[in-house]
């Protein structure tokens, strides 16, 4: 026993003393046959997803705690689910994007944090205000929060004088004053802003929905006078209505808007014939029809607080998407980050689209108090319910701690592809040739959970190997995906019960297996016909999944979902020589 623990504690002793350098040692094979394999691959380069002209961008701005959250929810109707909202200043941070629709237009919101001009006034001040300088020079409108129950504050006159001068010139900026859940007594309450010099103040109210609709009218007309949206944007409903109305008053009444030559020339049959006005009636109504959308590859980062999850971010992104610090905690709501690698030059492949999404650190559940802090983690939990490939970060200096390995477990219980990203590895001292064999090793041992994930080493900070996730991340698709034929699967389920046989009990009864197939992929799903399931003990589970992953390549990225169902034999024999044998 104490033989053992000295091994073990000397092996870790390497492990940890091989954690805390920056020399690169030498290159692995690993590493140098991954160069290999990419030099092969002739793909276009990573670039950020242009942004469709066709749906414009609405960033909301206010100061703190006036219910910027609130209203995005509100609007975006993601009420359960969307930005996280609390009666305290500075939850949100990142700038975050909510798709939304208003009479038959598609539009993205903006979510940005409470704008503050001195920065001793809020922590991450003037991260926070970067990150909304960035949403307004984005949006093709914009709208300015201010709380009508607090009433106009210094605050609400400097960032109005800083839109008015620096903003309006350019895009649309309405005033909404939220928190007027009267109607009596809201448009007293908004009366007092009309001094911001910015139009109209429109009462509102995030949390029954009042007056958005008034907004939302007056700011599409707006962009459409602005010209700062492509041109033709918020006007589907005027125009489906007077289809409507050349279709109800065919040779009939006279039209709003119809001067009396137009009127006098489609009485008497000079005017738009019937066809035209069809073909005119049809094209508005098919304007509200949906785009057909690229399918995206979902791609969640997860880890415990401060491994370097924002950071990995914004090495793949490429600029500040995401706040980052050294204090644990900074990241809150999750915050997606779309890539894309176009499609090969001449050929009609469509290009691949990269959603990451960044989530707040998960800590273990009994630090965790009912607050934001529980909402944050639960996006998280989320996030990798919602994604095809998880990316687990790991502190490499650190090494796998509980939490890690119960992250791991959600992960493999979710069903989801995973990618071990082991970062900081720059941070490592005395590499060697060994280490990196010594690591995964380490890594493997100490996450059984997913001992099917590959594992890369990666620095965020100097961006080493950062550029490896994508083709992992492509393969763990692959096998997320992946379908195997029943015969194929019948015969590698033949040989493994040919080298193991399944368990007996004590009284002589024999666990027998039939036959298996996939049932479904994402992941892929294999059910086992047997006579007794309860006989197939964990063991002689895992050593299926073992046996399967051996024989069979593809699924070194994906857990396999494995259901075992009892049947009687003479069932499977009839079924055999009704359907043919399965294999």
Known sequence: MTKTNTKTNTMLHVLIQGYQGQSQGGMSEEDSSQQEEGKQQKQQPIRRQRR??????????????????????????????????????????????????????????IDTGGLVFDDNDALFAKEIREQAMIAMDEASGVILVVDGQVGLTSMDSELAEFLRKEVTR????????????????????????????????????ALHGVGTADLLEKMFESI????????????????????????????KKRMKGETDDEYFMRRYGLGPSEETVEETYEKALAAFDDVEQIEEIKIAIIGRPNVGKSSLLNTLF??????????????????????ERPAPEGSDELPTIYRFIDTAGIRRKGKIDFGPEFFMVNRALRAIRR??????????????????????????????????VCNKWDAVVDKDSNTFDQSVKYFRSELPQTRWAPIIFTSAATGQRCGKIYGAVDEAVKAHRKRVSTAVLNEVLRDATLWQPPPSKRN?????????????TRPPTIVVFCNDPSM????????????????LDGFEATPIRWIFRGRRARDVMRSRSMNGNPG
Request: aromatic letters at 6%.
């Open 52 to 109: 469709s002209k066709k749906v414009p961008l609405i960033a909301i701005v206010g100061r703190p705690n006036v219910g910027k959250s609130a209203l995005v929810n509100r609007i975006a109707g993601t009420q359960s689910g969307g930005a996280i909202v609390a009666d305290e200043s500075g939850i949100t941070r990142d700038r975050t994007y909510r798709s939304a629709e208003f009479l038959g237009e598609n539009f993205q919101l």
């Open 170 to 205: 350019d895009i649309p900026v309405h005033v909404a004053v939220n928190k007027c859940e009267s109607e009596k007594t809201g448009a007293v309450s908004a009366a007092e802003f009309w001094s911001l010099g910015l139009g109209e103040p429109f009462a509102v109210s």
């Open 224 to 251: 459409a006078e602005k010209g700062s949206a492509i041109q033709g944007f918020g006007t589907k409903a005027k125009k489906l209505e007077e289809a409507k109305g050349l279709v109800k008053n065919m040779n």
């Open 318 to 339: 490429g600029s500040q998407r995401a706040i980052v610090s050294d204090m644990a905690g900074t990241t809150r709501d999750s915050i997606d980050a779309v890539m």
């Open 387 to 420: 994604a095809d490939v998880a990316l687990l970060v790991l502190d490499a200096t650190a090494g796998v701690t509980e939490q890690d390995r119960i992250l791991a477990q959600k992960i493999a219980d979710d069903g989801r592809a995973c990618v071990l």
């Open 508 to 520: 002589g009864s024999q666990a027998k297996i039939y036959y298996c197939n996939q049932v479904s």
């Open 536 to 551: 197939l003990n964990d063991g002689y589970r895992r050593y299926l999944d073992r046996k399967f992953r051996e024989s």
